[in-house]
């Protein structure tokens, strides 16, 4: 028996595990083309050089890019794992820092649509990273999708990300109201991404956390402002990540600020469910 297969017999009867859990989080949005990708990269670079053991997941499954915006491919991909043909630590692919990457296969299909073996084959392995890592980073598709909310359910907390833009603040008030509807989200927190000032990233943040709780009841945490920067667009046509780039530069320290929030948080009522449950309860898998 592998180690790893041991290691999930022994959280399934229970034994106490051999490191803390991992702190799983979601990084969401509303609207597409608001800069996830890019906030899941360099977040995951700050906060490995930061010294926390990190791995991101690109789950965007179908439109996968977490290797486009880092400038590194991968032989492997989530693919091989859910065909049955790699185990999840053969297909990690190590990025700055010691960065840990799950790369996605472009075009594979949502969830749905795997077959009950390969659910559960892909949950089972996704429940290996939960004691292997500080942070366990989901980087998910835009919008509403069965994909998207079964990832922010496992999460501790989930990262909606915005842009100023009106139609950007509409579409991730709908996504909140369904996480806090189907109560898919232990904490949702909110990053301001492409923001023309710090005044205004702020204001923006803080009319969104009040609309959520006057109207969905749900305290939203705001744990950063981007801002808009030509930098980062430049990094991401260079494929070179601007936390690596330019570390001292405005968007890179708004980035380390928000690896801080995120590495200071306590955790959610999740951490006693567990990963490996809440990904059955989640998919099915029995
Ligand atoms: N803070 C920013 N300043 C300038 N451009 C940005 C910023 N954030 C994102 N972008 C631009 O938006 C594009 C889309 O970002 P991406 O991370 O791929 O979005 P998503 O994953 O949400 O679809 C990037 O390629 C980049 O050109
Ligand atoms: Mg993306």
Redesign the pocket.
């Known amino acids: 028996m592998k180690w790893d297969q041991a290691h999930l017999l022994r959280q399934r009867v229970g034994k106490a595990p051999p490191r803390p859990r991992a702190k799983v989080i979601t990084i969401v949005?509303g609207k597409?083309?608001?800069?996830?990708?890019?906030?899941v990269v360099n977040l995951g670079i700050a906060l490995s050089r930061n010294g926390k053991t990190t791995t991101i997941v690109d789950a965007?499954l179908g439109l996968a890019?977490v290797d486009v915006?880092l400038g590194q491919y991968f032989d492997h991909d989530l693919e091989h794992v859910i065909k049955g043909e790699k185990r999840l630590e053969e297909i990690i692919g190590f990025g700055p820092y010691g960065l840990r990457i799950v790369p996605s296969a472009s075009g594979v299909q949502g969830m749905a649509n795997m077959s009950p073996e390969e659910r559960e084959r892909l949950i089972t392995e996704l429940a290996t990273l939960e004691y292997n890592t500080d942070f366990l980073i989901f980087?998910t598709g835009?919008g509403i999708s069965r994909n998207v909310l079964a990832f922010a359910n496992l999460a501790d907390e989930v990262v909606v990300?915005v842009t100023p833009e009106p139609t950007s603040i509409a579409d991730a008030y709908a996504l909140v109201k369904l996480l806090v509807t189907a109560r898919a989200a232990s904490g949702i927190a909110l990053v301001v991404?492409?923001s023309l000032s710090i005044e205004d990233g702020r204001a923006t943040g803080e009319r969104f956390m009040m609309l959520a709780e006057r109207f969905l009841r749900h305290k939203v945490r705001l744990i950063g402002v981007?801002?808009?920067?030509?930098l980062?667009?430049q990094a991401?046509r260079r494929q070179h990540p601007f936390v690596l780039s330019h570390p001292e530069s405005t968007?890179s320290r708004q980035v380390d600020a928000i690896a801080r929030s995120l590495a200071g948080e306590t955790v959610s009522p999740i951490a006693e469910r567990g990963l490996l449950l809440g990904l059955k309860r989640l998919f099915g898998g029995r």
């Not at 597409?32 to 906030?39: D, E, F, H, Q």
């Open positions: 949005s597409g083309g608001v800069g996830k990708t890019n906030l965007d890019n915006v980087d835009a990300v991404n492409r981007v801002s808009d920067d030509v980062v667009s991401v968007p």
